[in-house]
């Protein structure tokens, strides 16, 4: 845009400012930067019409492109020794004004790809004035030359004035020229419109997306009683794709959910709750952690666009009885040892997909940990990951989920991280649930 637009400017300092010059040098210098303005109106109908994925369309603009500075160049060189080579000259001449004159049909072919595409009025607008503006210097160009052979005055036509204004000329260039500069003051204006509204557009789906988010993770967590339960819920944007949900049952077992879904924004946001109604539907049903995986499988499949949840799913009973269930989720760790779950596949991929139960017995002063990847995904700017073994490590400091996080965030947090502990107390001390999450807001916010 910037070549389109120097181009001329040259072009009016040479030819049209009275410069004391010889002809043929004018002329010379002339040829090269009419070819300059051609190859940027290609490059900029490839831009302005989405054609730059074309790949056999950029790869003729560049051999055409050549072709055409080449012959303008030599054409250049031609008029230079337009004297001295006699007969031979004026034949060069010719077959490299019809060489470069034949390549200039190209912005047409251009034009017929690009009304392929639903581009908007703006857009057309200016393709056509940049379009008109181009060809007119074209044919005046290649009229011009001809007066040499034909004695054609239309180059000279297209110069006379159609009209004055305040002793100013305006002739059919001048006008076309007027037109393509208002046409692209009218495109960048609807540009930075539609720029505003696609950055409201997003304002308002993150608002959503945050809106969504008081769904993600329990505003509070009910006391378990003879259990101490710790939690904390880091999301590395504005909403994530983590959730954990604890659902305390009136025959006084509890149902602990954590898991993590594929990708991120407003699309996992809504996954996230389409999740969590299920689940906690599903779990008014039953108690069993595989059944309750199972029919959220079912209900997942097909709905999550190529996607896909990772799940783990806890029954605890009072007396320190747990049920696991998983799919596709990190096994947690029981004290200082990574338990053994049956490897399942994640939610959502397989509808008939099934899933195994692995029951153990919590002692006093057990501790449970679970967590989602962005524990372990962790990593400094120098490339280093977490890894198992800071995990390991961590974890044999017997740290509560706000302590697990942070260590983690510090290390340097790339994605979402969710943390979940579960200690069974000794009888008479009592209970404790903490929540560590970052504020959500408000309905009416």
């Known amino acids: 845009m910037s070549l389109f637009a120097f181009a001329p400017v040259v072009l009016e300092i040479i030819g049209g400012f ?17 070819s300059v303005l051609d190859i940027c109106l290609w490059f900029l109908l490839l831009y302005l019409l989405q054609l730059e994925d074309h790949p056999r369309l950029v790869r003729w603009t560049r051999i055409l492109a050549c072709i055409s500075i080449a012959s303008t160049s030599l054409d250049g060189l031609t008029v230079l020794y337009w004297g001295d080579w006699g007969r031979l000259s004026q034949i060069a001449d010719a077959v490299f004004t ?41 044919v005046k160009a290649a009229a011009l030359q001809g007066e040499r ?55 308002q789906e993150f608002k959503s997306a945050q809106e969504l988010q008081r ?16 939690s904390a819920y880091r999301p590395a944007a504005e909403v994530g794709g983590d959730f954990f949900q604890l659902i305390a049952k009136a025959e006084g077992s509890s149902l602990f959910i954590l898991g993590d879904v594929s990708g991120k924004g407003l699309k996992a946001a809504m996954a996230v709750s389409l999740i969590v109604g299920t689940v906690r539907t ?38 320190g009885l747990c049920t696991f269930a998983n799919a596709g989720h990190l096994p947690p760790y029981l004290n200082q040892n990574e338990l ?13 997909a099934s899933y195994d139960k692995v029951t153990i017995q919590l002692e006093v002063g057990d501790r449970l940990t679970l967590y989602t990847d962005g524990l372990l995904e962790a990593r400094k700017p120098s490339g280093e990951i977490f890894s198992f073994d800071r995990l390991q490590q961590l974890i044999a400091t017997k740290p509560d989920a706000k302590q697990a996080s942070d260590a983690a965030v510090t290390f340097g947090q790339e994605d979402d991280i969710t943390v979940l502990t579960i200690t069974r107390l000794a009888t008479g001390v009592e209970s404790t649930t903490v929540l560590e999450a970052p504020t959500l807001v408000s309905s009416t916010a």
């Open 18 to 34: 009275r410069i004391p010059f010889p002809t043929n040098i004018v002329m010379a210098i002339q040829q090269p930067f009419f």
């Open 98 to 138: 019809v060489s470069f004159t034949s390549v200039e049909i190209w912005p047409l072919v251009l034009i017929y790809f690009g009304f392929r595409k639903k581009l908007g009025t703006p857009t057309w607008l200016v393709v056509f004035f940049a379009f008109l503006s181009q060809m007119l210097l074209v």
């Open 149 to 203: 052979f034909t004695h054609w005055t239309l180059g000279s036509t297209i110069d006379k004035p159609i009209f004055v204004v305040n002793d100013n000329p305006f002739n059919l260039a001048a006008i076309v020229d007027t037109l393509l500069f208002v046409s692209i003051v009218y495109a960048v204006y609807r540009y930075s419109v539609e720029q505003n509204n696609r950055q409201l557009a997003v304002a």
């Open 215 to 230: 769904v993600l993770i329990p505003e509070t967590l009910p006391p378990i009683p003879g259990f101490a339960v710790t």
């Open 282 to 319: 599903l779990a008014e049903m039953s108690d069993d952690p595989a059944e309750i995986l199972s029919g959220l499988n079912r209900r997942l499949h097909n709905r999550l666009q190529q996607g896909f949840v990772t799940c783990l799913i806890l029954s605890l009973e009072p007396d």
């Open 340 to 352: 053994h779950l049956p490897p399942e596949l994640p939610l959502g991929l397989v509808a008939s």
